[in-house]
């Protein structure tokens, strides 16, 4: 899912310079958003909440609704 720079622009934008870590509670990947996920076509800086509604976990499919943040 390719990102426009100006939806990346706005994270940092809205405070968020580092972004927030993110867990799935079902099988405990961690999604950090200053990380992005390049291997799944996610880039650096990229919030859990700007990513596609369908967009699930790459490990078990979970949904977003299933992610809490995580402490870094």
Known sequence: MPMHA???TAL???GHPQGKAWQ???CSYVYDEAAGSPAHGIPP???LD???DDWSCPDCGAGREDFEPRDR
């Open 12 to 14: 940092v934008a809205q």
């Open 24 to 26: 799935c509670l079902l």
């Open 50 to 52: 700007a990513l596609d």
């Open 45 to 47: 800086g990229t919030a």
């Open 6 to 8: 100006l939806e990346t």
